[in-house]
Structures are given as C-alpha cells and as structure tokens.
C-alpha cells in the first residue's frame, strides 16, 4: 500500500470518502491496525487513562508520548502517525517548536495540540518550521479543570460561533487536520463544510470527514465508555474483525449512528 499523506486525506474530502482513524500506543496494535486497513493513528495522550491508569491526560510527558511514538512506528512503518503535545507542552511558541522536535524525531508525522485562537501564532511557527499541525476543539482533555468535566461543548449559540470562528482562525493560522471532540452533530458538521482541511470526530456525529476512536473504546476494554463509543469486538468477535468492522461503518456512514452522536 502506498504510504498515506495529508493530500490523499485532502482527497477523501473532496471524494466525500470518510475515514477511519485510531489511537494507538504500541507496536503490536499499531502493526494489527494497518493489516486491518487503518492508516492514520494517534499516539494520544489518552494513554494517561488507558495504558498508565491516571484520572486524566495531565500527568502525561512529551517523552512518554515520544516512547510510544517510536513503538507505534516500528509496528507501522508506512502510517501517518500523529502525535499528541502533552499538557503545558506548546504553553509558549517556543515550548512547543522544542517538544514538537522530540515528537517528530520519535517518528511523528504531525503534532496535535488542544485548544482555540490564542494558539495562531503557535501553528504559525510550527508550520514554518516544518512541523505539520492538527488542531483539536471542542471537548478538549487538558482543559477538564476549566471545562469542568468531560462534557459536551458548543450546546449553545454563544459557544457554537465560538468554535466556528475558532475553526476558521486555526485553518488561516496553518492547520492541516481538525479533531472535533464531543460536540453536537449539526455543529460539526457546520464546521466541517466551512472547512477546507478534514475534520475528524468524535462524539461529533456522521457529518466530519473521519472518524478516531480510543482503541481501547473500539475494542470494548474501557470499564465505562463514553456515549459515542461503539465495542465493535462485542459483534465482531475478534480483534482482526472488529477493526474492519470500524473502517467499514465509518467508510459507509453507519457508524457513529444517532445513538452515538449528541444533538
Ligand atoms: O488523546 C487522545 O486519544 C485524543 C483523541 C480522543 C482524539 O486526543
């Protein structure tokens, strides 16, 4: 297979071809995955939760995730791997052109970072600098002491033209993907047309251009998933199966259904 790019993920909007995408923290899943078909991962800082045990993503460091980079690439030669700065990580300009370094040299294809507006001039360096940036809205992890809680964000008007214009100003500043977590269907979908850039979601309904999931949601491991977390193994039966399960609902808009979606 051909290595994936940003352009072949620019394509698939264009084609109205939805994808699917999933984090992932090791070798052997990540190799697992791209048997399967999967050619975008994230090596997210979910892996505070799902691999390291904390209530949070804040305890995560840029050399954990640069750990798991590099094994994630070694199971996946040929992926486009992303990977997420951790907390505090791009809390200045500079910041995040030294940790984005790290992350790119552990074998990253692109960095991704939470949050609006005040991170333009951030995207702008990194871009300049040859670092490929995914911007991540709505729902974002690093923030839950702000947020207070993992809920829902652009319910009303006033946070919904926020987002958008957020949106909008991250595209003009330089990002190349979008992760839109937790918001409402009709709202991600907004963004998603108003957009050049594939938007993926979760827990953002079937309107984006892709989908990621948390593996361990995918695979039916985590103790109390989240509303738009689908445990594709409970129907599929093995691991092999149910990764293909994933990519064909996504690819044929079955999956996230409205039972996964917010409105
Ligand atoms: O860290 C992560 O796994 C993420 C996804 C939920 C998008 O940011």
């Given amino acids: 297979m051909k290595p994936i790019s940003l352009a072949t993920l620019g394509q698939f909007k264009k084609d ?21 078909g999967i050619q975008v991962m994230l090596v997210g800082d979910s892996l505070g939760m799902t691999v ?8 995560v460091t840029v050399e954990q995730i640069a750990y798991h980079t590099r094994c994630v690439r070694k199971g996946a030669p040929d ?3 992303i990977a997420d700065m951790p907390f505090m990580s791009y809390a200045t300009p500079e910041q995040a052109c030294a940790n984005a370094a790290v992350l790119m040299q552990a074998g990253a294809n692109m960095v991704k970072i939470e949050g609006g507006s005040w991170l333009c001039d951030t995207v702008k360096m990194l871009c300049e600098r040859s670092v490929p940036v995914c911007g991540h809205l ?8 702000v947020l207070g809680g993992y809920k829902v964000q652009g319910r009303d008007e006033v946070t919904a033209n926020q987002l958008m214009k957020d949106a909008i ?14 918001v409402p269907t009709s709202l991600a979908s907004s963004i998603t047309e108003e957009l050049l850039l594939p938007v993926i979601g979760i827990g953002a309904g079937s309107g984006t251009d ?6 361990h949601d995918a695979l039916g491991i985590t103790a109390r998933p989240p509303k738009f977390a689908k445990n594709f193994l409970a129907q599929a039966g093995n691991m092999q199966d149910a990764i293909r399960l994933y990519i064909q609902e996504v690819e044929a808009g079955i999956y996230p259904s409205e039972a996964h979606s917010f409105e």
Avoid at 16 to 36: G, M, N, P, R
Avoid at 210 to 215: A, E, F, R, Y
């Fill in 169 to 182: 100003a991250l595209e003009n500043a330089g990002i190349q993907l979008l992760v839109l977590e937790c």
């Fill in 79 to 81: 992926a486009f791997i």
């Fill in 16 to 36: 109205k071809h939805k994808f699917a995408t999933i984090t992932a923290y090791d070798a052997s899943f990540a190799q697992l995955f791209v048997e399967q």
């Fill in 52 to 59: 390291q045990g904390e209530t949070s993503t804040l305890p």
């Fill in 210 to 215: 892709g989908q990621i999931l948390v593996m």
């Fill in 138 to 145: 709505g729902l974002t992890p690093q923030a839950v002491n």
